[in-house]
């Protein structure tokens, strides 16, 4: 969906927004009343008190932190259209250093969210198919099947992922339009015969059931309520996707049609609260009760359907989360590839595959949706704290009324702190699973940006040269006919710091190393923007015709095709006569005036003769090992079938030493010492 198509509002834009942005909220309807009553002994000691309460705690709670702060402030965030905490940080970085921190654990706790959120949803629908005959048909027996099925669906749904979310996005959206239609029918339905439920629409009951007696959880049970807006942050992460307007157009029908059904729900709850046999349900849930006969079926097929689209939302979420903070330098580089043409449409195979397997281990693991569901939701209330923070200094940084600046961070931030110290309470019953995840994304994220830091302060004060001092001897090596041609143009990926200052090995590379005859010497640097579809580029000859900076400037969202952009550069120059022709000889295009490229990559490995604090040192070795293990340069820059030369270099950081050695003496035949 290019960016036109993104700020219109269209049918084709509604249908793809309710395909991959709703998943996650929208089958919360699944769990959220399960879990409530399940927190509070059952359906045998549910009051109406109790239902009313709760109904409106999730009626109140969608309204404010979904609608309120995510589509009517957050959406607004947007950085050229690119939602999610990232794109948001990259708004306010400048303000303070510390923003970072609540980027760092907000996208990390958001990440192992989107691991989970998968494997809940898919468990919960299929679980409802367990022991209901159709026909003489009993397609799930036990919770070995519901396993198994839940696997092979996760599994297609990873594998589909590589199409992008154009098409899947075609695909669910009617799906979805069709679920999000049923399920406010079937809750207006159930909720017609006692419109008394409509009182949780007054605030007042949502306050009053948390000291209430007959809630006997008490203020924990928000931690169970908080699982209706769990989709919310996706929702934010997926704006890109499909754009504000889309969002915004649709956004009423969804939250109508989840609200009815959950209005319906706590009807059907009150009217069968002291049937005994329901009470005594092991898998009993008021969401597919509330579906007579073969509707169940029908209900059921819908539920799978739409959990798997739920996981869809986390899933492109994950995506996007991850390429921004690739290129914001604060993962290690990844293959990102884009399916279609279309901006905004992403697919990055490793975290595919991350996902995929933490997924089915999360499955095999709690093996039931509501061993689950005790862990699910605490990540994403740590996420939602620091989007909330990060709002803030955006809010400020537009100027925004000081008074409902504060206001809002502190109306938010109290309310989502609720939230989170609730759902604490889940950490022993699972939820130290998502914290485990967390940290593990989040020590990935300190050590990358951290590793970057320390080697940069200490490459800086040791490693870098002037470019200026050696252009001389870059020319005359350039005519030299003494040594044989290596390449016509010989790319670096350098990054040359202001002054010129660039990496003593590039410079040994092609100087000491092995002499390197070129045509034209280039030192390319790729610096990613805060823009998202930044594509400029400036050039510096440095009083020379054949030795050239350039300073490749790529938002954040583009992909980094650098020897595509610079083959159009070298046209450029050789048009505007900065550079001479390269006229080829041998070549089957006709009047090709461009020659051959070699690029040249520097891949860093920590020498034993680094000396810097035992700390640092675990940092940098940590950040090499991840360089390691993730993409390569060639591949990251676009270079997989270009002319690519891997120089491996030793990476020495802090003050070096000269190693001490002692000539051994020797006697001469005369009886003389000699050294």
Not at 56 to 70: A, G, P
Not at 532 to 545: E, F, I, L, S, W
Not at 559 to 588: C, F, K, W
Not at 632 to 643: I, K, N, Q, R, V
Request: aromatic fraction near 12%.
């Amino acid at each position: 969906m290019n960016a036109n198509t993104r700020a219109k509002v269209s049918r084709a834009g509604i249908f793809i927004t309710l395909g991959i942005v709703y998943g996650d909220i929208g089958t919360s309807p699944l769990y959220v009343m399960k879990t409530i009553l399940g927190d509070n002994g059952g359906l045998s000691t549910t009051t109406p008190e109790l239902v009313i309460g709760s109904i409106s705690l999730i009626f109140w709670t969608v309204m404010l932190l979904t609608t309120v702060k995510y589509v009517l402030i957050a959406l607004n965030a947007t950085n050229h259209g690119e939602g999610g905490i990232f794109a948001l940080y990259t708004l306010v970085r400048r303000q303070a250093k510390w923003l970072l921190y609540p980027a760092l654990i907000g996208g990390a706790a958001l990440l192992a969210d989107g691991m989970l959120t998968p494997a809940v949803t898919v468990t919960t629908s299929i679980e409802g198919l367990k022991g209901i005959v159709f026909h003489h048909w009993e397609p799930v027996q036990n919770q070995a099947d519901v396993i198994f099925i839940t696997v092979v669906i996760l599994s297609i749904l990873f594998v589909i992922q590589r199409f992008g979310t154009k098409t899947i996005g075609h695909a669910f959206g009617p799906i979805m339009t069709l679920w999000f239609t049923f399920i406010g029918i079937v809750g207006l339905v159930n909720l017609l015969p006692d419109l008394a439920i409509l009182k949780a629409l007054n605030p007042y009951y949502a306050i009053s059931v948390l000291a209430s007696p007959d809630n006997k959880v008490g203020i924990f049970i928000l931690g169970s309520v908080f699982l209706a807006t769990t989709g919310a942050e996706a929702l934010y992460s997926d704006v890109g996707h499909v754009g504000k307007a889309n969002i915004d157009a649709s956004w009423p029908y969804v939250f109508v049609c989840l609200m009815l059904n959950y209005f319906g729900q706590g009807v059907w709850v009150i009217q069968h609260a002291h049937e005994a046999n329901l009470g005594q349900a092991v898998d009993f849930n008021p969401f597919f009760e509330l579906l007579p006969g073969d509707w169940r079926f029908v209900g059921i097929v819908l539920a799978t359907l739409a959990a798997i689209i739920a996981s869809q939302a986390l899933i492109t979420g994950s995506y996007t989360l991850v390429a921004e903070a690739v290129r914001l330098k604060l993962l290690p580089r990844l293959k990102i590839n884009y399916p279609t043409l279309q901006h905004g449409q992403i697919y990055v195979p490793a975290v595919n595959g991350i996902l995929w397997i933490a997924c089915v281990g999360i499955v095999f693991f709690f093996r039931t949706s509501a061993h689950m569901e005790a862990a699910y939701g605490l990540a994403i209330t740590v996420t939602m704290l620091m989007t909330t923070l990060l709002l803030f200094q955006y809010l400020r940084l537009r100027h925004v009324n000081v008074v409902l600046t504060w206001l809002m961070v502190l109306f938010f931030g109290s309310l989502e702190t609720m939230f989170f110290l609730s759902s604490m309470v889940k950490f022993v019953h699972g939820g130290y699973v998502t914290a485990i995840l967390a940290g593990l994304i989040l020590c990935v994220m300190f050590i990358w940006y951290y590793g970057n830091k320390i080697r940069d302060r200490d490459e800086f004060e040791s490693g870098y040269v002037d470019l200026d001092d050696y252009k001389d001897q870059l020319v005359a090596l350039s005519k030299d006919e003494n040594y044989p041609t290596f390449a016509t143009n010989l790319v670096y990926m350098a990054k040359v710091k202001p002054g010129h200052m660039i990496k003593k090995e590039m410079l040994y590379s092609i100087l000491d190393k092995r002499p390197k005859r070129a045509q034209a010497y280039w030192f390319v640097t790729v610096n990613v923007t805060d823009e998202p579809y930044t594509a400029k580029y400036d050039v510096d000859m440095m009083g020379t015709n054949n030795v050239i900076n350039v300073q490749l400037y790529l938002g954040f969202r583009r992909e980094q095709r650098v020897n595509v952009y610079l083959r159009a550069i070298v046209h450029e120059l050789i048009e505007s006569g900065d550079l001479p022709a390269q006229p080829q000889t041998y070549t089957m295009q006709k009047g090709r005036n461009v020659g051959d490229f070699s690029f040249v990559v520097i891949q860093e490995e920590l020498s034993p003769e680094t000396r810097v604090k035992p700390f640092d040192r675990f940092i940098i070795q940590a950040r090499v090992t991840l360089q390691n293990w993730t993409s390569t340069p060639a591949t990251w820059f676009g270079l997989e079938f270009s002319d690519v030369v891997v120089e491996h270099v030793p990476l020495i950081l802090g003050r070096r030493r000269r190693p001490f050695l002692r000539r051994i003496k020797q006697q001469h035949t005369d009886g003389t010492d000699r050294q």
